[in-house]
């Protein structure tokens, strides 16, 4: 029964979708085109595409680091003229995953600790996915899925799409209580 109760959200979020996953698929860095009028922070992809991203400040993004990112294209226009394409960044990663240790606790980790705080979640279930781990905090209004650093990697249910069937391992580690 407790199976069910954590992967129910999972099969929601995944029932009639056509949309591929969105975590984290290809490699950027991030690079300072501040110089040019409107431009800012730019990510350049390994084939030297240069994304324009609209919501990259809620990313924190800095000049020289390297990430694993996804996007969704936007139409929108742009006074830059340096960008390839204007994006909404759906997931970012800066550190390398296989750094990172599974939390089973709260208590063990500051940023599930001030998420807890700060969103007040009613449960956050960590997954094994391919070679990393990622922690689902589950609120009244939004799925929301983390990197084991914190990191935001898909901002709402609606651009998570990860397939059941490639995570395993759940693991409750909060419940809150009512």
Not at 19 to 38: F, M, W
Not at 87 to 94: A, K, P
Not at 140 to 163: H, V
């Amino acid at each position: 029964m407790r199976f069910l109760l954590l992967m129910f959200p999972i099969l929601l979020t995944n029932c009639g979708t056509t949309k591929r996953n969105t975590l984290c698929r290809a490699e950027a860095v991030v690079i300072d085109q501040s110089e040019v009028d409107g431009c800012g922070l730019l990510l350049q992809l390994t084939d030297g595409k240069k994304l324009l991203p609209m919501n990259g400040a809620q990313y924190g993004l800095k000049k020289g680091e390297k990430l694993m990112v996804s996007y969704r294209t936007e139409s929108a226009a742009s006074i830059c003229m340096l960008e390839d394409e204007i994006v909404s960044l759906t997931c970012v990663s800066r550190k390398s995953i296989s750094d990172c240790q599974p939390y089973q606790h709260i208590d063990e980790v500051e940023w599930l600790r001030t998420l807890i705080l700060d969103q007040s979640p009613s449960q956050i279930v960590r997954y094994k996915y391919q070679d990393q781990y990622l922690y689902q905090l589950v609120t009244a209004a939004n799925r929301t899925w983390y990197d084991c650093i914190g990191q935001l990697m898909c901002g709402s249910s609606e651009d998570c799409k990860i397939p059941s069937n490639s995570i395993t391992d759940s693991l409750l580690i909060y419940q809150a209580h009512r």
